[in-house]
């Protein structure tokens, strides 16, 4: 038998210091925010990459530009550099040069959602799915709550068994006034139902018990019960269950899904 390959080696790097340009307009409590972030966080990287150019990148993109996009900054522009201070075979501590362009701030505007196929109504009223976005007009405009909105219209569809559904944000930057409107286009795609539910791995008496949580063949197919599954049969299923354990397989001909639970103990490695 082939053993597995190893795991390329590891190594952990620490930010323990954040400078930030003099000339970086970024505001001094979200230089703080983003400070204590990054002084706060252990990342770990692949050795055998250019480890430091790609964590300085996520540092850029995601934690000072995503802090800047959250107070209203949705142009913001960001670059950081990482300089080793101390390191050994396994740690580095860094200090990371961070320059800023947070641009004009934004306010929300009108934000709509509205069908993207002119002849599928939406699945629900467009004044409800409108309150599932966490940002009204006249607040900064928020992106981690634009996000936060788009996963409660995925949970809401994919109730309704839309679980291929997507939503496309159309943005109009209005730089007179400084706000931001917004269009979520819906496309539900499919409905799927339960086609079947099968357990590997269990006795018949608990398999019947497990499907009294679950959605029936025939059902609309509701993929947000499933981590509820796990929580409510905890006492009857195996310790180390996880939601690796379940795999679904989606029939677009037939608008069904197959739900297989793998139960099965996986026989230990001879080495």
């Not at 200090?95 to 599928?120: C, F, K, L, T, W």
């Not at 944000?169 to 339960?194: C, G, H, S, W």
């Not at 959605?215 to 009857?236: S, W, Y």
């Not at 989606?250 to 069904?256: E, N, P, Q, R, V």
């Amino acid at each position: 038998m082939q053993l597995p390959d190893r795991a390329p080696p590891r190594v952990t790097i620490r930010v323990v210091r954040v400078d930030f340009s003099v000339s970086d307009g970024t505001p001094t409590d979200v230089r703080e925010e983003i400070s204590t972030e990054l002084q706060s966080r252990i990342f770990e990287r692949d050795a055998s990459t250019d480890y430091l150019n790609e964590l300085a990148n996520e540092i850029a993109e995601v934690r000072v530009m995503g802090a800047l996009q959250n107070q209203g900054y949705f142009r913001a522009m960001a670059t950081a550099k990482l300089a080793a201070l101390w390191s050994d075979a396994k740690e580095i501590s860094v200090a990371a040069a961070i320059s800023a362009s947070p641009g004009p701030q934004y306010r929300a505007g009108d934000i709509r959602i509205e069908s993207a196929d002119d002849i599928v109504p939406l699945e629900m009223p467009a004044e409800k799915l409108r309150d599932l976005i966490p940002l009204q007009r006249g607040e900064l405009f928020d992106v981690e709550r634009v996000r936060t909105g788009l996963r409660n219209l995925t949970a809401a569809y994919g109730r309704r068994g839309y679980v291929d559904m997507t939503v496309e944000p159309e943005f109009q930057i209005e730089d007179v006034d400084n706000t931001i409107d917004m269009v979520l286009k819906v496309d539900r795609q499919a409905q799927y139902r339960v086609g079947s539910v099968e357990f590997l791995g269990l006795s018949a008496a608990t398999q019947a018990k497990l499907m009294k949580s679950l959605p029936k063949p025939g059902e609309i197919f509701d993929g947000t019960r499933l981590p509820e599954f796990f929580k409510v049969n905890r006492a009857i299923l195996p310790s180390d269950v996880s939601g690796d354990d379940v795999k679904i397989k989606h029939d677009l001909k037939s608008k069904t899904v197959a739900i297989l639970f793998d139960f099965r103990t996986c026989p230990r490695h001879p080495y």
